[in-house]
């Protein structure tokens, strides 16, 4: 097999302001399109830019009429969106470490989580333990986390901090592979009755949140993704999603039920509509939302209190 050698060169400012103009890309704002691809790589900027070129082109070039500010509004609504998004991830997040260590420990000790004889998978089992010991930093003193760090300085037996120091320091997937990994019939279904759901589905959406949760807090792309983890669907939720669970529709049906569950007063649902309505531009069946989405039951919200407001980044630039 030949070896295949990458020879491209690096691009400057200039060459890369020179190749989106030779892809019939317009520039008006020439100061603005320096700034941001300045602070905003080109690789990243292009990868945005995907929607906007032309099918039917023979080569690399853009859709007639396209700008660069079009562009820069799928960006800012993109980053937009995870504004959004990660503070309701951070709220499962929480109250899945919350419920799970809360349940199991009162149940089976503060060290329910070292028993193997509580996991469905004697083998897996000891996986999930050597992988809660690596997150903590059990074994190496300069990775722990705070929430332990003091129990170490302070006891010797047993050899591992209680389940809710543990479970302040683990990253959610982690907790949500805890969860799959526990006895489903007895475990596992007492917990979901937290989240109001099957305790099948439970595992599957606490993973797929963890998977967008990282996603979303390392700035990856999100509004029009093809999502490699998808939440396992079960007929009563089928037509909450309108049989899509790949697109970001389908996510925000597992925020939106999960959030309803563990939260009366998110404001999720008005500030996504909100969201969506700054930017009309942007084609709704990319992320595969239906039509009249906002007026079905399950996105309409009785709040207390007026939702926080939306990211000054979700206006800037305005959408032509």
């Known amino acids: 097999m030949a070896v295949r050698i990458y020879s491209r060169p690096a691009l400057s400012v200039d060459d890369q302001l020179a190749r989106l103009r030779a892809r019939g890309m317009l520039i008006v704002d020439e100061p603005l399109a320096r700034h941001t691809l300045t602070v905003v790589s080109y690789y990243r900027f292009t990868d945005y830019a995907q929607p906007l070129l032309d099918p039917a082109a023979s080569t690399i070039c853009y859709r007639a009429g396209t700008g660069f500010e079009d562009v820069l509004s799928i960006v800012r609504f993109d980053e937009a969106l995870r504004g959004l998004l990660l503070p309701v991830l951070e709220r499962i997040e929480i109250a899945a470490r919350t419920v799970i260590s809360n349940d199991m420990s009162v149940r089976h000790g503060p060290h329910w989580y070292l028993d193997a004889a509580h996991y469905s998978d004697p083998v ?5 333990i050597a992988r809660i010991q690596a997150d903590i930093g059990h074994t190496d003193p300069r990775k722990r986390h705070a929430s332990v760090r003091q129990y170490y300085e302070d006891y010797d037996q047993p050899v591992m901090p209680p389940s809710w120091m543990v479970f302040e320091a683990l990253p959610f997937g982690t907790v949500a592979n805890i969860y799959r990994n526990l006895n489903g019939h007895t475990h596992q279904y007492r917990i979901a009755k937290a989240f109001g ?7 599957s959406w606490l993973f797929a949140c963890s998977y967008l949760r990282n996603l979303v807090a390392h700035h990856g792309r999100v509004w029009n993704r093809v999502f490699t983890i998808k939440p396992h669907v079960h007929t009563p939720h089928k037509a909450y999603m309108d049989g899509r669970n790949d697109r ?3 996510f925000c049906v597992v925020l939106q039920l999960l959030n ?9 649902a008005t500030q996504l509509r909100a969201l969506l309505e700054a930017y009309p531009a942007l084609p709704l069946e990319a992320m595969a939302f239906p039509d009249g989405w906002a007026k079905r039951p399950l996105w309409q919200e ?3 209190r007026p939702p926080p407001p939306l990211p000054a980044t979700a206006t800037l630039p305005s959408t032509p």
């Open 124 to 128: 897996r089992s000891g996986e999930t």
């Open 197 to 203: 759901l099957p305790h099948q589905l439970v595992g």
């Open 248 to 250: 970001l529709f389908g």
């Open 260 to 268: 309803k569950a563990i939260s009366m007063e998110t404001g999720f």
């Open 302 to 304: 009785k709040l207390r």
